[in-house]
Every structure is written in C-alpha cells, then in structure tokens.
C-alpha cells in the first residue's frame, strides 16, 4: 500500500488561464493573454501547461504561422519555467464539427477531424509534450439519433485510431488519452457512461497488442462525473483496477447535477469526496500529475486573482493531501482498515484457484453456519470509519 501524497507534480489547461469569462448570456470580464498568463503561472507551483491547437493560431492558420508560433510558446514556457505538458485538437469549436468530428455522419467531415487530429499529434510531439488529449466534445447527437449509436462510435474509435496509428508510425513517444464527459456540449454524446465506458470502448476497439498501454482514460474530477451526479470515486478505483488510468487527471469543483461549472477546486464540492479521489490515487501509489482544469468565477477579473486562484488550486490539493497523510498516520484508522480491508481468507480466497470449484464449493456449504449466524459480524466498524475520516478531515480527531 502506497503511502506517497504528492503526486509527480501540477500541470493546467492553458485555455483555463486565458479563459476570458463570458458565459452564453453575458460578455467577457477577463484580458489575459497566453504570455502573460504564462508569467504568472511560471510563479506559481504549477510547472506544466496545455494548450489546444486552437488556443495558440486559428484553424486554418498558415503553416507558417504555426511554425512560428510554437518556436514563440516553446521559448516563453521554458523562460517562465514550465514544461509543455498536453497537447489536444479542438475538434469542438469549429462550425464545421457541428455535426461530431470523428463519427459525424459526413465523410468530409470526419476527413477534416482526422487532418486536424493529425496535425496535433505531429504539434504535441513538436512541442515535447507527453500526451495527446481526445475529447470527443461533439462526438454526440442533439437528440435526432441521426446515426445507428454503434456506428457513431466505431466511426469516433475509428478515427482516434488513425491518428494514434500516424504516430506510432512517426516513432512519437505519445500517449493518448480519451476523456469522457456524458454530456455538453452536444447534448448527448456516444459514450454511454464515463470513464468506465469510454475505457470498454478503447478496450474493444484497440485490442491488438501495438496499442497496450498507449490509449488510457484521463477523467476530469469531480466536474465530468459529478455534472451527472455520478460518484468519481468508484469510477476512480475502477479505471485504475483495470489499467486504464492515465498518468494524470483533471481536477477542478463541481456543483453536483449542474452543467460542467470549472469552478476553483474545492468550490461547490463534496470535500469528503475530494479526500477520497487523493486518498484513492494514494493508496495506490499513484505517481501522476495533477492538471487543473478549472478556472476562476467570473466574479475574479484582475491577475492577481488569476494568481490567486491558480495557488489556492495548489493550495487545496495540499490540503487534501496532508489530510491523507493524517489518515496514514493514524492509528484508529490502521485499526480500521484492518477490519474492512482484511485479506481474503482461506476459505474463499482459494476458490478460484483451486482444481475444482465444485470441490471448494462443496466445503464452503459443509462449513456454512447459515445465515443467522453471517448476520453476526459486527458492521457499525463502517460507520465508525466514516466518523474518524471525517475528523481528520475536519481537524477534529482526538
Ligand atoms: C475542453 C474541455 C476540457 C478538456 C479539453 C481538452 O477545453 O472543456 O474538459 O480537457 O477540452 O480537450
Ligand atoms: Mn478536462
């Protein structure tokens, strides 16, 4: 059991920086351009930043544009200290993805998202970064089900793969990383679920062995799962059961059941939650990075409060994990744990691995005391539990 509680460093979406704050309904309240949000960033303790192609030159900018504008970032980021983490094709924004991207019913379309997914893998690597992000955010339908739903997501899987393929066969040391989210903005998307359905779909579809390891699941906590009123930390100790976990996640706050907010961590969310995706990623030894992507209410519109935000981000991981630290340390809750997380005992623990199932069936039955007796163990150690890690969370345990 692991019981490191810093992860290997924070990162955040470049987009979150300059996010300019307007909402549908009323303008932008914030000017910060990607130089001098990289200024302020480099003076923090986030190290790494993303950026879509589309935050850094428009999508039919002139090759040499680009060129010059990833020389321009490159020397900015590494004067400012920080490293080029993520790189990602909007697949989203344009008008021409109004119909999906990948699965658009439209093969000029699909085309279109496959150039442009292209040139992204070719500007990650460019740019040295480690992984390429695929949010499928149009990947959906607004409702028609204008295409047979297993169709949409074979043609989605069909077109990551084309460009997960194009830089295998460049010799790029990428991973790619999928990241679900249910819904918004199409308003259905083709994933069924969240992380662990997007995780069976690359499971399906990138089955040959070239791609083991290459195609994971990056999840946006608690925002992508709680926006759904869904529990991030089951899907959490899922994904990471099953392999499927990239080697970092995003993190922001959520109201739970409101569309995706983005709001600062920590805002609107359920902190015994939060505890529970560090503790989680902990338990495990997790060693990835932290990318916030989240960003300040609209309320804060100066730099200083985007320098505020971007510590207290920090801030509040820290928080979480020294409360991870306290839960390491302490001895009540070694006593707990030992109780609810005893080792498979002999009597079941062999039943998969013996001979015979039968046969070990057949001694479990001939052991059996019946169900009264089962009834017996002595559950209020649950609730005894979720008492004292709430006290250490709280400052409160004696
Ligand atoms: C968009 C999404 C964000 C995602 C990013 C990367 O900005 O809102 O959640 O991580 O794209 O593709
Ligand atoms: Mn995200």
């Excluded at 960033?41 to 010059?68: C, M, N, Q, Y």
């Excluded at 903005?185 to 290459?214: C, M, N, Q, V, W």
Aim: charged share 20%; aromatic share 10%.
């Amino acid at each position: 059991m692991g019981k490191s509680v810093t992860p290997a460093g924070f990162s955040i979406g470049g987009w979150c920086g300059i996010n300019p704050g307007g909402d549908p309904f009323g303008e932008a309240v914030r000017n910060i351009g990607t130089d001098e949000f990289l200024d302020v960033l480099g003076k923090t303790a986030i190290k790494r930043v993303s950026f879509h192609d589309r935050d850094l030159w428009p999508d039919d900018a002139a090759p040499g544009l680009v060129t010059e504008v990833i020389g321009h970032t490159k020397q900015h980021c590494s004067k400012a200290g920080l490293e080029i983490y993520n790189f990602t094709s909007n697949n989203f924004s344009n008008p021409c993805f109004r119909s999906g991207a990948f699965s658009s019913p439209f093969p000029q379309v699909r085309a279109a998202a496959i150039v442009k997914g292209c040139n992204a893998v070719d500007h990650a690597n460019e740019f040295g970064a480690k992984h390429v992000i695929w949010w499928g955010g149009r990947e959906g339908s607004d409702g028609a089900y204008e295409q047979d739903p297993g169709l949409g997501l074979a043609r989605y899987m069909q077109g990551l793969k084309i460009c997960v393929r194009y830089g295998v066969e460049k010799g790029y040391k990428l991973i790619h990383t999928v990241e679900p989210k249910v819904y918004e903005p199409r308003l259905l998307a083709l994933y069924a679920g969240t992380g662990a359905s997007a995780a069976s779909a690359i499971r399906h579809h990138f089955s040959e062995p070239a791609f083991a390891g290459k195609v994971l699941v990056n999840p946006e906590y608690p925002q992508h799962v709680m926006m759904l009123n869904l529990d991030p930390v089951f899907e959490l100790g899922q994904l990471m059961e099953e392999g499927m976990l990239a080697p970092f996640i995003h993190f922001g706050g959520q109201i739970a059941g409101r569309m995706d907010c983005d709001l600062p961590p920590g805002f609107g969310s359920n902190v015994y939650t939060d505890f529970m995706i560090v503790l989680t990623l902990n338990r495990r030894g997790w060693k990835g990075v932290v990318e916030f992507d989240c960003r300040p209410p609209r309320t804060t519109t100066s730099v200083q409060g985007l320098s505020g935000f971007l510590n207290a981000a920090v801030g509040y991981w820290r928080m979480l994990e020294d409360k991870v630290a306290a839960y390491f340390a302490d001895a009540k809750i070694a006593e707990l744990e030992g109780a609810l997380m005893a080792a498979e005992d002999s009597t079941v623990g062999g039943l998969l691995t013996a001979s015979s199932v039968t046969k070990g069936v057949g001694q479990l039955r001939a052991n059996f005391k019946g169900f009264a007796a089962a009834a017996e163990v002595n559950t209020d150690v649950i609730e005894a539990y979720q008492r004292r890690v709430m006290s250490i969370i709280t400052g409160t345990a004696k």
